[in-house]
């Protein structure tokens, strides 16, 4: 038995590691849009969201990129030894650069609808932001009161508020709202 597992490279080939890349995104435009974003109730926190989306992403590229230069460098020194174990230990290194380069793909594709997201609202100062403070916690925790009563059930009440995010269900705020508005 000379192999362990069959050869991959029999069954997967660089079409295929294409294919990986052309899927690749962990949250769909949808999902950003109307889960992360509608999460909020407020424009002003949903611009919060869209920045602290985009920050996130942005450092975390910036990091993964400078690792990547990194483990190139490290390539070269170990092919240079000449060594049969270094050669391999080379090879899991690009084997991990090619997975990050896939994974990479995705992670620019929610940028991208992350800074088209962002042309949607406009600019909001820290100042602004924390005006809207009240409002955006009043209806927030209406909501989740409201669902919560609706349906008896914190699953059911997660569930139901996937559908208001996602605009299949209106949410039309309790009496309760209207006077704590008042």
């Not at 990194?70 to 000449?82: D, H, P």
């Not at 209806?139 to 059911?156: F, S, V």
Request: glycine share 4%.
């Amino acid at each position: 038995m000379d192999e362990i597992l069959p050869d991959v490279f029999k069954y997967i080939d660089n079409d295929i590691v294409k294919l990986f890349a052309e899927v690749n995104q962990p949250r769909s435009q949808f999902q950003l849009e109307n889960f992360v974003l509608k999460q909020h109730d407020t424009p002003e926190m949903q611009y919060v969201q869209c920045v602290t989306e985009l920050e996130n992403l942005y450092y975390t590229v910036r990091n993964v990129s400078l690792k990547l230069k990194k483990e190139e460098i490290e390539i070269k020194r170990l092919r240079a030894t000449g060594d049969e174990i270094d050669e391999i230990e080379a090879q899991l290194k690009e084997l991990g650069i090619e997975q990050t380069r896939v994974v990479g793909v995705g992670a620019f594709r929610e940028i991208k609808i992350l800074l088209d997201l962002l042309k949607t609202f406009p600019r909001y100062t820290r100042e602004e932001i924390e005006k809207a403070q009240p409002e955006y916690w009043t209806k927030r925790l209406t909501r989740q009161y409201d669902l919560q009563i609706a349906t008896k059930d914190t699953n059911a009440a997660g569930h139901l508020n996937s559908l208001i995010q996602s605009g299949v269900v209106e949410y039309k705020p309790s009496e309760i709202t209207k006077e704590i508005e008042q």
